[in-house]
């Protein structure tokens, strides 16, 4: 009987328990039923031999990492599922003494990120913006940090993030023209962007080039040519950001001639208002001239 129940190859649905805990109550099958339906072969001696999946049913998943995934609600409305929300929710706990310190605005937000987990909801709208924010059921279904900075972020950033940090722009680091120079529509159109290939500052050589931080002239290769530029808006790193200057999404600059004037005759994109502070140099002040937008 002992040899018949640890069989790997011979057994029975009696004693295919397979756990320590009772199974529930179940009708054993004969051998006439279980050969008619396919389920089992005829030995030699005459023995039933079944499959090891159907000789001993898994009546729970095997424990290992937990697989988050999200699932489709009303309308369409992609959801989190039950192992997410669990997941997130654990995330998003905070000791009484940090809310404690929380302001007014602060605890609108992070009532409202919790409602939304609550909802199975991968996003909310900011209460005081109305700009629409991931949370982080959504930031762990991404699986890694994005760099980003974002609000909710889960994740270690030290550990996760995408790129290393860096002081400012530095050689080969590409940058998007935001003039409305031809020369910089050509290069946006054709996917390659400029990219730095010097930085003019004074009192460094040129074998330690120093980076390139907002309102730097630069030296870039653009479509076969190089010219010079200045930078208007710079993509920093979330541990090197400085309070009340704006960060851009791409590295931005604006293209010179061979005069240092402005290849273009406007920008077209937002740029800092912390750069009115360079009206004292006459090349920049020729960049802020043509520029109408500020952040």
Request: proline share 4%.
């Amino acid at each position: 009987l002992v040899s018949r129940i640890f069989s790997p190859s011979i057994s029975s649905t009696a004693s295919a328990s397979g756990r320590w805990y009772p199974q529930p109550a179940r009708r054993l099958c004969s051998s006439s039923s279980l050969l008619s339906k396919g389920k089992g072969v005829k030995g030699e001696k005459g023995e039933i031999i079944l499959k090891r999946e159907e000789a001993a049913p898994i009546y729970s998943l095997p424990r290992g990492e937990k697989r988050l995934g999200r699932v489709k609600g009303r309308g369409d409305e992609i959801l989190a599922d039950y192992v997410l929300f669990e997941e997130a929710i654990q995330r998003v706990k905070v000791e009484w003494r940090k809310y404690d310190g929380l302001t007014s605005e602060e605890r609108n937000i992070h009532m409202k990120h919790i409602q939304s987990i609550e909802e199975r909801k991968l996003s909310y709208k900011d209460p005081v913006t109305g700009y629409v924010v991931l949370n982080t059921s959504q930031l762990l279904v991404n699986g890694k940090c994005c760099g980003n900075g974002c609000r909710h972020c889960p994740y270690e950033l030290s550990k996760h993030r995408s790129r290393p940090p860096v002081m400012g722009i530095h050689r080969r680091t590409r940058c998007m023209v935001v003039d409305n120079s031809q020369l910089g529509k050509e290069a946006h159109s054709s996917g390659k962007l400029a990219y730095c290939i010097h930085v003019y500052k004074q009192g460094f050589r040129a074998k330690h080039m120093p980076h390139a931080t907002l309102g730097d002239k630069i030296l870039v290769a653009i479509r076969g040519e190089m010219k010079k530029a200045f930078i208007v808006g710079a993509n920093t790193h979330v541990h090197l950001r400085k309070h009340g200057v704006p960060v851009s999404d791409v590295n931005m600059i604006v293209l010179l001639n061979e005069e240092g004037n402005p290849l273009g005759t406007r920008v077209t994109a937002a740029i800092p208002a912390q750069l009115k502070t360079k009206v004292d140099n006459a090349q920049f002040a020729k960049v802020l001239a043509i520029s109408n937008k500020f952040l």
